[in-house]
Structures are given as structure tokens and as C-alpha cells.
């Protein structure tokens, strides 16, 4: 049975194939998409380009031992380029999907988004029991290391037993206690207990190898190196953690910039009233321009009439009386992401006559957010 031994991910921008080469036998388990979207309802592939042994030819001399070697020598030649897709993901419908390919050791292979979104790939590395490379020169480790690990060590190289801690206290494998049940316990030291109290025997620890590696790679994320044998959450946990509270606290510092900023209030002739309480960043919007809202329509004794939050934004065509004349004017100068309350009086409303259920005479005040401009 495969054993899981370090996770790998990667970020696939559109237009941008990613080339990869595993180190190890590599699982990709799951394909998804990031917090944030280029393309709402838009679905992204993605495509896997893998390279596939050439159908063998015909020799007319198959006892010619030096041919052979010859034709072994060319196997890189005999290699065709084959492509197929792991899976689609579409905003709202499917955002996320779960897969199951193993990838070997060295295996050159090409990852693309196909589509408009950035798609987020996730697997592990496995070991699979001794299926390394019979090139030891491919193995990056430090000989200056006091313990050594199973997993940088090819299967067939040979190796003095002298030199291998297999039962020291930094090992992946746990003490056994007969020898008689020697080869049990080494089976079962290999998993880890599903609650903290499951085992009295300790949990695994990584290696100083592995130990190594790991603070490399969380150094490269942002992150701080844990020190050997201090037990952490696994570095994804702690980097989608950390990117989150960075989120928040900006989230937060923009809402109190935000609330410190004087609201921007602008009376017209005509009665219309504009208050600005988010200037966005995007285009303005100006007549003829086709605009996405958001909204929440209510009446001045703070009764609400009529909303768009959620789903579907309200679209329609700036100036082209699509909509009452309070809108046409008060949308107009919007900028895409800003917030605006329009006090709109009955004679740029609904009128004498109102509309169910807004009664005749009646001012209107409506927050709305300019979402888009098509």
C-alpha cells in the first residue's frame, strides 16, 4: 500500500502550461479553484500532456544484440507527446473536483488551465515500496547528515546496516520490542492513529532530512521554520491560515479607512440627493454603458420595498430610460466597486401614482454598488 510522505501542489494560471517533474512518485488527488474568480460562469480544464511510448517497429534482425542495445539507447526518440483532462471546474457549479492519477518518478509531463480561471492542482508524494530509480545520482541528500532516511536511499544500492539508525529516536519508524514480531511492527509503525490517544507508542517524526526540507520550503511560502522534533500543523494549514488572517486584518483597516472618510454629499436642483460612501477603483460609468448593480430599495420610513444581494446582478442601459430617471442620473459617475446612497423624490421616482408597493408621492432611498460594466 502506497504511503503518503510530503504534500505538492500547484498554481495554474491560464495561458502559463507548467512544465513538472516529480522527484518522487507523485498523486494528484484533487483539482479547485482560489478565492478569487477572473470569470464568473466561465469553466477551466485541465489538460495533462504526458509522453507516450511510440508503437515498436518491425526489425528484420531481432537476435542482433548490438541493435538492441541501439534501439534502447533511441527509447527517448520512441516518445509521443499524448494529452488528456483531469477534470472541469465552473464558479457556483462545480468548484472543485476530486481525481486519482499517479504520476511515476522523473516522469516529464505538462500541466495547462484551459479556460479563463486560475485553478489550484493538490496531490502527495507516495512511496510505493521500492519502486526508485536505478540512477543514485538523481538523489539529492547531505552526507554530512548523522541519520539517514529510507525514502533517499534507491532500493537497490547497497548499503551497510551499520550505517542505518532505523531504531533511533529521530526515525520514521517506531521501537519494536521482539524480534519475533519484528516485521508486524514495522507494518503498523508506518500509520498513524486516527485520534492522539489511539497508540501508546509515539507518532512518527520526520528525519533531519526531511526536517531540512520542509523549513526550505516554508522559508520560500512566507513562513517560519519549525524547529526539529517540535510536533506543527501541516505547512498548507498554516499557510491558508496565515493568508486568511492577512485578509482579514485588511478587510478590517479598509472598513475603519472607510468609516474615518467624510461622506461625499451632493443636493441637485431637481431634488436628487447623492452620497458617496465608497468611492470605487474601476471605469466610471456614463450613458449607454451596459451596468451590473446591487441594491436594496427603501421607502423614508425605513421599510424596504425591493432588493438585489445575491444571485443574478440587476442589469440594465445607463440614460436609455430603462429605468426611473432617479437611477439614469444618480448611477451616472459611478465608479466599479463604489457604494452610493441616491435619495430620489417622488417626481424622479414613481410620481403622483406610486407602484405597488410604493404609494404615490413617495421619496425612495436606495443603497446600490456598481458591480460591473459590460
Not at 500532456?49 to 542495445?69: F, G, L, T
Not at 517524526?205 to 511560502?221: C, G, I, R, T, Y
Not at 423614508?300 to 438585489?308: L, P
Request: hydrophobic share 25%; net charge negative.
Amino acid at each position: 500500500m502506497p504511503l503518503s510522505f510530503a504534500i505538492w501542489s500547484a498554481k495554474l494560471t491560464p495561458g502559463e502550461p507548467e512544465a513538472i517533474t516529480p522527484p518522487a512518485d507523485l498523486r494528484i488527488t484533487n483539482i479547485a479553484l482560489g478565492d478569487e474568480v477572473a470569470e464568473e460562469n466561465a469553466r477551466t480544464s485541465v489538460r495533462l500532456v504526458y509522453m507516450n511510448p511510440a508503437p515498436p517497429e518491425d526489425s528484420d534482425d531481432e537476435d542482433d544484440e548490438e541493435e538492441k542495445d541501439e534501439d534502447e539507447d533511441d527509447e527517448d526518440s520512441k516518445l509521443e507527446p499524448v494529452q488528456t483532462f483531469l477534470g472541469s471546474v465552473t464558479p457556483g457549479k462545480v468548484e472543485q473536483c476530486m481525481v486519482d492519477i499517479t504520476l511515476g518518478k522523473d516522469e516529464e509531463i505538462l500541466l495547462e488551465a484551459v479556460g479563463k480561471n486560475v485553478v489550484y492542482v493538490t496531490g502527495n508524494y507516495i512511496d510505493q515500496g521500492g519502486n526508485d530509480s536505478d540512477d543514485e545520482s538523481n538523489y539529492d541528500y547531505d552526507p554530512d547528515e548523522d541519520d539517514y532516511d529510507l525514502q533517499d536511499i534507491p532500493s537497490d544500492v547497497e548499503v551497510d546496516a551499520d550505517e542505518i539508525e532505523l531504531l533511533s529516536e529521530e526515525g520514521r519508524f517506531e521501537e519494536v520490542n521482539e524480534e519475533s514480531t519484528a516485521a508486524k511492527t514495522s507494518k503498523d509503525s508506518k500509520k498513524r492513529p486516527r485520534e492522539p490517544d489511539a497508540m501508546e507508542t509515539e507518532e512518527p517524526k520526520l528525519s533531519k532530512s526531511q526536517q531540512k526540507k520542509l523549513n526550505k520550503k516554508l522559508k520560500a511560502e512566507g513562513g517560519n521554520a519549525v524547529p526539529t522534533g517540535e510536533e506543527s500543523a501541516p505547512p498548507a494549514t498554516e499557510a491558508k491560515k496565515e493568508k486568511k488572517d492577512k485578509k482579514e486584518k485588511k478587510e478590517k483597516k479598509e472598513k475603519e479607512e472607510d468609516t474615518k472618510k467624510p461622506v461625499k454629499v451632493e443636493e441637485r436642483k431637481d431634488g436628487l440627493k447623492i452620497e458617496d460612501h465608497k468611492v470605487g477603483t474601476g471605469p466610471q460609468a456614463k450613458k449607454g454603458d451596459k451596468v451590473s448593480l446591487r441594491y436594496i430599495g427603501k421607502l423614508t420610513n425605513g421599510k424596504e420595498f425591493d432588493k438585489n444581494v445575491s444571485g443574478k446582478p440587476f442589469i440594465f442601459r445607463l440614460g436609455r430610460g430603462e429605468v426611473i430617471k432617479g437611477w439614469d442620473e444618480g448611477i451616472a459617475g459611478m465608479q466599479v466597486g463604489g457604494e452610493r446612497r441616491l435619495t430620489i423624490p417622488a417626481s424622479l421616482g414613481y410620481g403622483k401614482k406610486g407602484s405597488d408597493p410604493i404609494p404615490p408621492n413617495a421619496t425612495l432611498i436606495f443603497d446600490v454598488k456598481l458591480v460591473k460594466i459590460n
